[in-house]
């Protein structure tokens, strides 16, 4: 009965696994339009422009924003309620602030003559970065319910309310690595 028990604490929590089965399908998609990007570059006609400034400033906001959810977690497990709540508050205001800026990265683009549907090497920019930006409102979205929970629900750090923390803090983790994943490749591509 023991060996039954210890076997199943190994298995990873279903839940886990349906979220890192989505990443990795959202992972594959992105690959795909990396490859894409890649081959329509040496196609020719390709417009070479720098990446806005934007970006390289959201880049710093969303690993900021994850290290301020990984501390909300450690405060939540800690059972330290204000910090949790102010640093979990801290993440969703940083997640807002980068779609913002991820907007006014756009509008940068457009500006330097690099708008939608003129030039592949644009448009790409703009799918990759749009289709992030879409994945980290759905992340806004689980902030919102993690927050409803952290300011409706009394505190009470139970197994049930850490997992699903847990699931809000590795999809965070997932949208910054993603990020990071896309400046450092539209970077080496400029």
């Known amino acids: 009965m023991k060996a039954v028990i210890q076997n199943n604490q190994n298995k990873i929590h279903p839940h886990k696994l349906a979220l890192w089965i989505g990443c990795g399908s959202v992972t594959m998609m992105f ?5 894409a990007y890649v081959v329509r570059h040496a196609a020719g006609n390709w417009l070479e422009f720098q ?3 934007q970006f390289f400033i959201n880049t710093v906001l969303l690993l900021l924003s994850s290290v301020t959810l990984h501390l909300s977690y450690k405060a939540f497990v800690k059972g330290e309620e204000f910090k949790y709540k102010s640093l979990l508050v801290t993440t969703f205001l940083i997640g807002i602030t980068f779609l913002i800026l991820q907007y006014q990265g756009w509008v940068a683009l457009k500006n330097i003559g690099v708008p939608l549907t003129k030039n592949p090497s644009g448009d790409f920019v703009y799918v990759m ?3 992030h930006a879409a994945h980290l409102i759905g992340g806004l979205g ?10 409706v629900l009394k505190f009470n750090p139970t197994p049930r309310r850490q997992l699903r923390l847990e699931l809000t ?7 910054d690595f993603l990020w990071l994943y896309l400046f450092i490749f539209l970077l080496s591509q400029s």
Do not use: K
């Not at 690959?31 to 490859?35: F, V």
């Not at 590795?170 to 949208?175: I, K, S």
């Open 129 to 131: 970065s749009g289709f």
């Open 51 to 53: 990446i806005p400034t």
């Open 142 to 151: 689980v902030l919102t319910v993690a927050m409803v929970h952290a300011f």
């Open 169 to 175: 803090l590795h999809f965070w983790h997932y949208l």
């Open 31 to 35: 690959a795909a339009w990396s490859s």
